[in-house]
């Protein structure tokens, strides 16, 4: 059975650059795209950023990008968002998804599996 298992999360304080690992098992992780993205409280789940299956190419969120950085490593079956210059606004529940398409689809609705999701709270 597929699962993703968030880790990494916490309470920060604005700028202090955490970093959320995802790793995966029960799939063959490297025929998959992976995606974080994140919910606020009362708000939709919002696409954060995305990685190709050989980790050529990312994409990103306009509202991280130059901030936050998406990366795989697919010999330990996980993937990272490291999170730089974190601001308050920043504070949500954040998830892993794995994609079996080909592109880097934003539409949380591509995505077959999801990690329980791990809080970011930025707060000083």
């Known amino acids: 059975q597929a699962q993703l298992v968030e880790s990494g999360g916490g309470l920060v304080q604005p700028g202090a650059p955490p970093s959320l690992s995802c790793a995966a098992s029960?799939?063959?992780?490297?025929?998959?795209?992976m995606g974080w993205f994140r919910q606020a409280p009362r708000k939709e789940r919002d696409f954060v950023a995305a990685?190709?299956?050989?980790?050529?190419?990312?994409y990103y969120a306009d509202f991280v990008k130059g901030r936050f950085t998406i990366t795989r490593d697919n010999a330990k079956n996980t993937v990272y968002l490291q999170m730089n210059s974190l601001k308050p606004e920043d504070t949500a529940v954040y998830y892993c998804?794995?994609?079996?398409?080909?592109?880097?689809?934003?539409?949380?609705?591509?995505?077959?599996?999801w990690g329980q999701g791990t809080q970011i709270t930025v707060s000083s």
């Open positions: 998804a794995a994609d079996l398409g080909m592109v880097l689809d934003v539409r949380r609705e591509e995505y077959n599996t």
């Open positions: 990685i190709s299956r050989s980790c050529g190419s990312t």
């Open positions: 029960g799939l063959t992780f490297s025929s998959y795209v």
